[in-house]
């Protein structure tokens, strides 16, 4: 049974700085594409960042330079470092694989951006 915990989320004041975390079991994680994926109260979810097997990284361009995907495959984890935060990036953040499997969705953990 495949689950993905993510954590990290809280409410910061625009301009500041968060760090997410995904850790994975019931999957062979170290062979999978790893993302981090967002969803805005009345919008759709949508692709945030993805992380390869080997490592290569890419970047919606709304979070280009802002956001650093990582991860440990030692720990079975995905991380997201958020720097300069805006109200628009406020969302309900999940991870999943890329690309996305929809029975492996988890209750996500809420970002709220906002003075």
């Known amino acids: 049974q495949v689950q993905l915990v993510e954590s990290g989320g809280g409410l910061v004041q625009p301009g500041g700085s968060l760090g997410l975390s995904c850790a994975a079991s019931?999957?062979?994680?170290?062979?999978?594409?790893m993302a981090w994926y967002r969803q805005a109260p009345g919008k759709q979810r949508e692709l945030v960042a993805v992380?390869?097997?080997?490592?290569?990284?890419n970047y919606a361009d709304s979070v280009k330079g802002r956001f650093t995907i990582s991860r440990d495959n030692a720990e079975n984890t995905v991380y997201l470092q958020m720097n300069g935060l805006k109200p628009e990036d406020t969302a309900v953040y999940y991870c999943?694989?890329?690309?996305?499997?929809?029975?492996?969705w988890g209750q996500g953990t809420q970002v709220t951006v906002s003075s």
């Open positions: 019931g999957i062979i994680f170290r062979f999978n594409a």
């Open positions: 999943n694989t890329f690309p996305a499997v929809a029975r492996y």
């Open positions: 992380i390869m097997s080997g490592g290569n990284t």
